[in-house]
């Protein structure tokens, strides 16, 4: 089980704010400026969900990628679902050979 502190440690990602209180989380993800705000909730039992302001659409995806599972054992575990989403699919387009844009990330339509 991953804490939410182990969660936030990716070579991606910058931290821009940290809310613990209130669950929510907003980083940029590699070259990009756009801030990607990730909110936390308490499901049942000891589960999280998460949601995040933006998803990820590079050139390599048809269609923009979103969690099949939104939720993850404790915070932390959540925290990294929705962080390793966002940083696999930019580390896969990038080997590729594609620059990373602004228009990547695209809003969440909850």
Known sequence: MDSVDSALQNDLIELVERRD????????LG????IVTIK??????????FKQS?????????IPFWSCIAEGETPG???RRAIDGLTTCYR???LHGYTP??????PAEH
């Open 54 to 62: 933006h998803v990820i659409k590079t050139p390599e995806q048809k």
């Open 101 to 106: 844009t602004e228009d990547w990330l695209v």
């Open 31 to 34: 070259a990009l400026e756009t």
């Open 40 to 49: 936390l909730r308490s499901t049942w039992g000891t589960r999280t969900a």
């Open 21 to 28: 209180e209130i669950g929510a989380y907003s980083i940029r």
């Open 77 to 79: 575990d959540a925290l």
């Open 92 to 94: 896969k387009a990038v």
